[in-house]
């Protein structure tokens, strides 16, 4: 009973520094898009302030594997509009394949940054992370350069991992008045060059020393400053045998280097432990070499990895199929926003819309650990029966 009335009296408070008008708006706010707000009683954290009172999630829009469906694009950044602080498209605007045309891609990326440009109106920041349709054959430079641009215009703020050459990986820091900060980190799994891609196939993953190193930097910069960490890229990480289903990914890319390189980094300084390992390059280019004691590194609150590519919207702890080893680290698959390719965990839509568009927000609660991934349709959030499609999810394996 005290509880509820510290709650009321709080509430009323609240609104008396407010007028009647942004109390309705903020009221409705909460009533209609409850998956975004919470209450909280007590103390909150040094960085967060102090207090009691209701405090707003964290919300990310995430979108991915676009395949020239340029309609459902706009409808979905139009949806996050007044929801997202931040858009996150982890790739494949175009539908290149191995014989798709250099100039079918660069017409297929214009649109897609007209697009953006139209429906982004209140200029949310907007992050890229390529995908393997968008940077086949030698598209990719045309690719890189219009994404920077973009990327440039809508996140400011934005720091490039290598601003002379490849300049597909980068983050962004996003301050959250309620939740902290939050460092965004985009990975380009195309580290090559031109001259390299009758080398690397279509459809493969390959980093660099130069990236990796980069990314440990990053990684213990943010352990340092208390940041909560997103990584983004077009593929998953783990095993190729994976069973591909809705609960577990198969990233059916190919890793020419070891598919737990990126996940081993992490978690060793998940656990301040070293890190001593050579990841093989199977072309025998670009071996990757880390020699890294993270013992006096701070504390790393990982979120998760976002990624698309398999056209499913997935959700599963990154691990060994063998049971060797199950990684503190959560990864979050998006089905694919074009009617394009396989397609699970459908959600409903009103009649006449295209069957097959599918985004989500992800509210991140740093205060919960958990993250709120609501999946929308073309226009609605909800399935057959009318409930609400929100699913509330740990990003913490033992909290």
Known sequence: MRRNRKIALAAICSCLCMGPFDVIAQENERLFNP??????????????????????????????????????????????????????????????????????????????????????????????????????GSAKDIYLEKAVKLTEKYSSGFVWGDSTN???????????????????????????????????????????????DWFVETLKESAGKEHHVITVMHYSFGDNNLIFNEEKAKPDAKFYQDPFMIPDIIDAIQNHSKLEKTYKDEMGINDIVINEDFKNTGKLDYVCHLFGHIHSKNMHWCQKTDGSKKYDILMLGEAALGAYGNILNKVYREPGTVNNIECSALAIDTKEKNIYRINYGAYLKYDKSNSERTEKLSYRLTK
């Not at 490849?166 to 380009?188: A, K």
Request: aromatic share 12%; glycine share 8%; hydrophobic share 30%.
């Open 35 to 136: 998956e975004f707000y919470a209450y909280h009683v007590g103390r909150n954290n040094k960085e967060n302030g102090e207090g009691i009172g209701w405090y707003r999630r964290f919300c990310i829009f995430h979108i991915s594997d676009i395949h020239f469906h340029h309609s459902q694009m706009s409808e979905a950044i139009r949806v996050a509009q007044n929801k997202a602080d931040v858009i996150i498209n982890s790739g494949d605007d175009c539908n290149g394949g191995s014989e798709q045309s250099r100039d079918e891609n660069i017409k297929c990326l214009g649109i897609s940054y007209d697009t953006i440009a139209s429906a982004n109106y209140n200029s949310i920041p907007y992050l890229f992370a390529p995908g393997n349709h968008d940077i086949t």
């Open 166 to 212: 490849h300049r597909g990986y980068g983050y962004l820091d996003i301050r959250s008045n309620d939740m902290g900060t939050f460092r965004i980190i985009l990975l380009d799994p195309f580290d090559y060059d031109n001259k390299d891609l009758s080398m690397r196939k279509y459809m493969t993953c390959t980093f660099t020393q130069k990236q990796i």
